[in-house]
């Protein structure tokens, strides 16, 4: 059985023991969603200060909520629309030090106050994206997009 370890060391060590969590909870399985359950609960369990995480998933041109870790969420974000949307259609991460000062910011969680969006790409196609919301501005710096983006790549890998 997988056990989620605990470090005290710095954060860029805390974020290698995850990437090293996250490949024994993914080795061996292929089931999209459990694995994208099981990443979603493993960076709910590892990151503070977040009052939401988790997956949606690619459907023609929309994403579609998929698992996650929080409060009930918007089911269906268009391409284009809201952080996550924006980030699916230009594929690249977005970084929000304020959601209430994003150009058409959709609030599913009136708490949310920062948000990093990375899309989730397989074979040059924006496959989903990884959502992460905060309840605090400017929660997300850049360690955390760099290593949260090395996360997804692993992920991608098994899904």
Same mark, same amino acid.
């Given at each position: 059985? !997988?056990?989620?370890? @605990?470090?005290? $060391?710095?954060?860029?060590?805390?974020?290698?023991?995850?990437?090293?969590?996250? @490949?024994?909870?993914?080795? *061996?399985? @292929?089931?999209? =969603?459990?694995?994208?359950?099981?990443?979603?609960?493993?960076?709910?369990?590892?990151?503070?200060? &977040?009052?939401?995480?988790?997956?949606?998933?690619?459907?023609?041109?929309?994403?579609?909520? *998929?698992?996650?870790?929080?409060?009930?969420?918007?089911?269906? &974000?268009?391409? *284009?629309? *809201? %952080?996550?949307?924006?980030?699916?259609?230009?594929?690249?991460?977005?970084? %929000?030090?304020?959601?209430?000062? !994003?150009? $058409?910011? &959709?609030?599913?969680?009136?708490? @949310?106050?920062?948000? =990093?969006? =990375?899309?989730?790409?397989?074979?040059?196609?924006?496959?989903?994206?990884?959502? =992460?919301?905060?309840?605090?501005?400017?929660?997300?710096?850049?360690?955390?997009?760099?290593?949260?983006?090395?996360?997804?790549?692993?992920?991608?890998?098994? &899904?």
């Amino acid at each position: 059985m !997988f056990k989620v370890q @605990s470090y005290d $060391g710095n954060r860029q060590d805390q974020y290698n023991l995850l990437k090293k969590q996250l @490949s024994a909870l993914l080795e *061996g399985e @292929s089931n999209q =969603i459990a694995n994208l359950s099981n990443a979603s609960a493993l960076l709910n369990q590892f990151l503070d200060r &977040i009052n939401w995480v988790g997956f949606y998933l690619t459907e023609d041109q929309e994403l579609v909520l *998929g698992p996650f870790q929080g409060l009930p969420a918007c089911v269906r &974000i268009p391409f *284009g629309k *809201g %952080v996550c949307g924006t980030s699916a259609s230009q594929k690249k991460t977005l970084r %929000v030090e304020d959601v209430h000062q !994003f150009p $058409g910011h &959709i609030a599913c969680d009136a708490a @949310s106050q920062s948000e =990093i969006v =990375i899309p989730l790409i397989k074979d040059g196609q924006v496959i989903g994206v990884l959502d =992460i919301d905060s309840p605090e501005k400017n929660r997300f710096d850049e360690v955390d997009q760099e290593n949260l983006e090395a996360f997804v790549e692993e992920l991608v890998r098994y &899904i």
